[in-house]
T-cell receptor, first 109, second 115 residues
């Protein structure tokens, strides 16, 4: 079993839709939870960073963490074609960052 | 946000040659730098962690004699792929952090193609 599970997609939605991206994890030692966006052939760009259960909002993005269920989500409101990218969840314990497989998102105009 | 650069962005080399990739933190001092490898349509896999002035810690399955990491200053780490072979072709990404409680800031990546 992988430490972090993420549906690779691809996920295709119309412009303006609400997007829900999810990851589950098995290691209860994870302390920090992140979402990165990666465009083709580029390095990951940090979108959200949380360390406690609950919701965190930043503009059109909301990150949700449920430690009891070992489940995290990223919601994107009013999705735009420029949001088309691969979204990676990542979790950290100690000094080690473990990434999910990444979900490919395509927002159609 | 903090900026991390990598050089070169792309390199093509012949099998058996060695390739050096540089990772620099441009506006902060990176006490810890990380090297990742990403194969097509796969996620990032941590290769090694390096702290300034000390030897790198390699993940299981990563050959330390093949992937030489030097972190000689607080703003520069290098990864040298020695005697590269086609199976080493990949996207290599570095990241850097200032303090343990900070997040990692990623570089733009280096695409290595070994012919």
């Amino acid at each position: 079993q992988k430490e972090v599970e993420q549906d690779p997609g691809p996920l295709s939605v119309p412009e303006g839709a609400i997007v829900s991206l999810n990851c589950t994890y098995s290691n209860s030692a994870f302390q920090y939870f992140m979402w990165y966006r990666q465009y083709s052939r580029k390095g990951p760009e940090l979108l959200m960073y949380t360390y406690s259960s609950g919701n965190k909002e930043d503009g059109r993005f909301t990150a949700q963490v449920d430690k009891s269920s070992k489940y995290i989500s990223l919601f994107i409101r009013d999705s735009q074609p420029s949001d088309s990218a691969t979204y990676l969840c990542a979790m950290e314990y100690g000094n080690k960052l473990v990434f999910g497989a990444g979900t490919i998102l395509r927002v159609k105009s | 946000g903090a900026v991390v650069s990598q050089h070169p962005s792309r390199v093509i080399c012949k099998s058996g040659t060695s390739v050096k990739i540089e990772c620099r933190s441009l506006d902060f001092q990176a006490t810890t730098m990380f090297w990742y490898r990403q194969f097509p349509k796969q996620s990032l896999m941590l290769m090694a962690t390096s702290n300034e002035g000390s030897k790198a810690t390699y993940e299981q399955g990563v050959e330390k004699d093949k992937f030489l990491i030097n972190h000689a200053s607080l703003t520069l780490s290098t990864l040298t792929v020695t005697s590269a072979h086609p199976e080493d072709s990949s996207f290599y990404i570095c990241s850097a952090r200032w303090r343990a409680e900070d997040t990692q800031y990623f570089g733009p990546g280096t695409r290595l193609t070994v012919l």
